[in-house]
């Protein structure tokens, strides 16, 4: 009788080689899908966030803690822009509340995951903001931090959403900037309210001192009647 074949070691090792691969090859379509499906669905909070829309602080905290938010790469600007715009309103609220150990926990968050945001994505106009916000929240103004501020006016200097967002954050340290930074502030609001932009500067406006409001209201007088008017409507309505 013939004798039984050996079997193939060779071929045997080959196969087993290739179902290991494959079963990673499923493995990463399916973590890419949960991955790729995690990134719009953060691409679409970014972009409601960046629409002014607003979260409460319970739900910012569960899409902050989600395991889907694990999904979410440093490279993936968009998304990650979205957990900075939810996490930055957590830590405001912390420090209003006097609950320090989470404003520290939350502006290192916000910080690490800035500059690594900005590993990948260097001309984002957006964090370097955020970060000179840390700087400011925690008190820090000198020259550093307006150099991140002027990083920002030098990558953005004429887009709205931006700069809707600078004047937010820089209003209130204004009287603290070197003067040429505090020429380009002042314009930016200016500039705003000329171009009819007006919810955002009013609301900087009567949150700030009267120190300030004085040479915010020098540059509205200098403005046309009907921007002027604009922005007058626009500060009755947020005082009604």
């Given at each position: 009788m013939p004798s039984k074949p050996k079997p193939d070691?060779?071929?045997?090792a080959q196969r087993i080689f290739v179902f290991v691969v494959g079963c990673f090859g499923l493995i990463w379509a399916v973590s890419s899908f949960a991955r790729g499906a995690t990134v719009e669905e953060f691409r679409n909070v970014q972009d409601r966030l960046l629409q002014?829309?607003?979260?409460?602080?319970?739900?910012?905290?569960?899409?902050?803690?989600?395991?889907?938010?694990?999904?979410?790469?440093?490279?993936?600007?968009?998304a990650q822009r979205a957990l900075l715009l939810l996490e930055v309103p957590l830590a405001d609220a912390a420090l209003r509340s006097g609950a320090v150990r989470d404003f520290d926990r939350h502006m290192q968050s916000i910080e690490q995951r800035?500059?690594?945001?900005?590993?990948?994505?260097p001309r984002d106009p957006l964090i370097w903001i955020l970060l000179f916000g840390t700087d400011v929240e925690y008190g820090r103004l000198d020259g550093h931090s307006f150099d991140l501020l002027a990083t920002s006016y030098e990558i953005s200097p004429n887009e709205a959403w931006i700069a809707m967002r600078r004047v937010t954050v820089a209003i209130p340290v204004v009287l603290a900037a070197p003067e040429p930074m505090r020429q380009?502030?002042?314009?930016?609001?200016?500039?705003?309210?000329?171009?009819r932009f007006v919810e955002i500067p009013a609301r900087s406006y009567l949150?700030?001192?009267?120190?300030?409001?004085a040479l915010l209201q020098s540059r509205i007088d200098e403005l046309?009647?009907?921007?002027?008017?604009?922005?007058?409507?626009a500060l009755e309505k947020l005082r009604s």
């Open positions: 070691l060779g071929l045997f002014f829309e607003t979260f409460n602080q319970a739900a910012a905290t569960r899409m902050l803690e989600s395991p889907a938010s694990s999904y979410i790469g440093a490279c993936d600007y968009h800035s500059k690594q945001v900005l590993a990948c994505a380009k502030i002042l314009t930016e609001f200016q500039q705003l309210v000329r171009h949150s700030a001192p009267a120190s300030v409001r046309d009647p009907q921007s002027r008017k604009s922005f007058s409507e």
